[in-house]
């Protein structure tokens, strides 16, 4: 919500049917950060960046961390929209 650079989006999954990007926040080069999931239809696009609008980096690295276990990897050639419809 600050225009803060917080993380890249690491992979995009399923969990309980909705459609999930997992987002590194935290740390540095890598190193000490962790993954969180945030539902795609919370992000919007804006030129070359991705915005999670209504977050601020503490709330996103506070967040519990993402579990594999319980979802989905998607399809690299699957389509999927941003934001709400």
Do not use: C
């Not at 999931?37 to 996103?60: F, H, S």
């Not at 594999?68 to 699957?78: F, G, N």
């Amino acid at each position: 919500s600050a225009g803060e650079t917080i993380g890249e989006i690491d992979d995009v999954v399923s969990i309980n049917g909705e459609t999930m990007a997992v987002i590194g926040v935290g740390g540095f080069l890598g190193i000490g950060e962790h993954d969180v999931a945030l539902p795609v239809t919370e992000l919007m696009v804006d030129g070359n960046t991705i915005l999670a609008m209504g977050y601020t980096r503490e709330q996103l690295e506070s967040m519990a961390e993402y579990n594999a276990e319980v979802a989905t990897k998607l399809d690299s050639e699957q389509m999927v929209s941003l934001g709400k419809s």
